[in-house]
């Protein structure tokens, strides 16, 4: 009964070095020797806290582990979607401005840059006729806003507005004749380049013809410019709207104002 008494007194918590030895002898063989002595060394961790302290500190890595990496992919998402957010922003702004700058070119009635005026001549003496300087300022400016305009939305990693540069230039590849008879050409990478000396030696009726009005080209750039913004605009709300992942696996905002509100 030696080896029962040590046990009981290991178990009621009298744990000491002659007790174990008594139980560890009382046993018959080797393999229950070894046994035992990994069941009391199990037990005498659980009961000491020692095991307690070690899952606490392994879950304790684990969970550390997983905070890093969850960390690391939140701002892995927020560094793409502030890059995104600035690209959207820079590439209405661009879009805007040459909207506005493609008007100039398309009004009608008075607020047209191809209304003839009384210009003076060299000889003192006025004439009515176009003028050229204002026309030639107000399509430089659509060239350079044009250009600006294109690069911001053809560098854009979202596709509907990089498709919306796409649209520009298909728009200016149908015209590129009639441009070209004015002095503006399109370089390989799509831009606009205006060559002041011949354009100032163009018929500026000619001019009005490829520019101006409802259907000329200032009018169909200033409509795609308008749309890109408004894509631009709406991808720009969505961003910092909150999200949720759909039944169909896509990824939606969410108003969670409205979610709330239709609980009561």
């Known amino acids: 009964m030696t080896g029962i008494s040590g046990l009981n007194q290991i178990y009621y918590g009298g744990q000491t070095s002659s007790s174990i030895g008594t139980l560890l ?26 095991y307690g302290r070690l899952l606490k500190a392994y879950y304790a890595q684990e969970m550390d582990s997983s905070k890093s990496s969850s960390s690391k992919k939140s701002k892995d998402t927020d560094s793409i979607s502030s890059k995104l957010k600035s690209s959207l922003s820079d590439t209405r702004s661009k879009m805007e401005s040459l909207n506005t700058s493609a008007s100039k070119l398309s009004n009608t009635g008075e607020d047209s840059v191809f209304n003839k005026k009384e210009i003076k001549q060299e000889d003192g003496t006025t004439k009515t006729d176009y003028d050229v300087d204002a026309i030639y300022g107000a399509v430089s400016g659509f060239v350079s ?45 799509g831009k606009l380049e205006l060559d002041e000396a011949k354009f100032k030696k163009s018929d500026m009726a000619k001019v009005k013809d490829v520019f101006g009005g409802s259907t000329g080209y200032a009018s169909n750039i200033a409509s795609t410019a308008s749309r890109i913004a408004g894509t631009s605009s709406n991808k720009l709300t969505s961003l910092s709207s909150k999200y949720s992942y759909g039944k169909s696996g896509s990824y939606n905002a969410v108003d969670t104002s409205s979610l709330f509100n239709s609980y009561f």
């Open 25 to 50: 002898g009382s046993l018959g063989t080797p393999t229950g020797v070894n046994a035992m002595s990994s069941v009391l060394t199990d037990y005498r961790t659980i009961q000491t806290g020692t």
């Open 145 to 189: 806003d044009y250009n600006k305009a294109l690069s911001s939305a053809a560098s854009s990693s979202y596709k509907s507005v990089s498709n919306g540069a796409d649209s520009m230039t298909s728009t200016t590849d149908v015209l590129s004749n009639s441009l070209k008879k004015i002095g503006i050409t399109a370089g390989t990478n």
